[in-house]
Nanobody, 121 residues
Framework: QVQPVESGGGLVQPGGSLRLSCAAS????????MGWYRQAPGKERELVATITSGGSTNYADFVKGRFTISRDNAKNTVYLQMNSLKPEDTAVYYC???????????????WGTGTLVTVSS
């Protein structure tokens, strides 16, 4: 099993910044893509950003220019730097890891339990 654990959420004022981290542990052979998703109250979970093992990134339109995803492959960790935060960014942010636990296994998706980000004055 692979366990992603998020950290870094909290309360921030509009226009402020936060940096989320997600470290994956457990039986890991290789991690493919890593990503961040979010779910606001009463809404469905949505993609925020993803990054491949080679560093290619993909962002939702609503965060382009404000959020930056990065990863440290040696630490099995993915980061999300969030700048110019808006009240509508308030949500639980979830880390997703696409990993293989053995050389012969297929990739599977693993989810963290989420970290709450609240943007409010």
């Amino acid at each position: 099993q692979v366990q992603p654990v998020e950290s870094g959420g909290g309360l921030v004022q509009p226009g402020g910044s936060l940096r989320l981290s997600c470290a994956a542990s457990g039986r890991i052979f290789i991690i493919n893509a890593m990503g961040w998703y979010r779910q606001a109250p009463g809404k469905e979970r949505e993609l925020v950003a993803t990054i491949t093992s080679g560093g290619s990134t993909n962002y939702a339109d609503f965060v382009k220019g404000r959020f930056t995803i990065s990863r440290d492959n040696a630490k099995n960790t993915v980061y999300l730097q969030m700048n110019s935060l808006k009240p509508e960014d308030t949500a639980v942010y979830y880390c997703n890891v696409d990993a293989r636990t053995e050389w012969y296994s297929v990739g599977m998706n693993y989810w963290g339990t989420g970290t709450l980000v609240t943007v409010s004055s």
